[in-house]
């Protein structure tokens, strides 16, 4: 995920990704919006990001993906791809390397803040009826302390 931490594991090594970046993995899969993949497509891409295939490139927001018999390489951002499924202009439905993208995209973002509770703001006491004779009535009462 870019967190730039010192993978050791073998499992980390041979994904690219630690413990807690697999695990940020695992929740964006279950929590973004990936209707617009199949049931299949989004188990490919699953797939491909234990299997290490998802591998950042030197751009913001652009991977190299494996597919998936490792013939090829495919540049992937998440509005684009260069498999063949994703150069059509009019295809349907967009190809599971986006998919695994998009996954990885969402694993990576930052957390919303929190949106802080209104805090309550006391209102001023009304007014009395008339204002200058509660004026001279306080007049009168300082002048008698004083």
């Avoid at 413990?19 to 891409?45: F, H, M, N, P, Y």
């Avoid at 991977?63 to 499924?85: I, K, M």
Wanted: aromatic share 4%.
């Amino acid at each position: 995920m870019g967190c730039r931490h010192l993978i050791s594991s073998a499992e980390s090594l041979a994904t690219g990704y630690g413990k807690g970046c697999r695990a940020k993995i695992r929740k964006a899969a279950r929590t973004a919006d990936l209707s617009a993949w199949t049931a299949s497509q989004v188990e490919e891409a699953e797939q491909a990001i234990a299997d290490g295939a998802v591998v950042p490139s030197n751009r913001k927001d652009v991977y190299h993906v494996v597919s998936v018999d490792g013939s090829e390489v495919h540049l992937v951002h998440r509005d684009g791809c260069t498999c063949t499924a994703g150069l059509k202009t009019h295809h349907p439905r967009p190809c599971w390397h986006r998919c695994a993208v998009a996954i990885v995209l969402a694993a990576s973002a930052p957390a919303p803040r929190p949106v802080p509770a209104p805090v309550p703001v006391a209102l001023p006491a009304p007014a009395p009826e008339d204002v200058w004779a509660e004026i001279e009535r306080l007049n009168d009462a300082f002048m008698a302390i004083a």
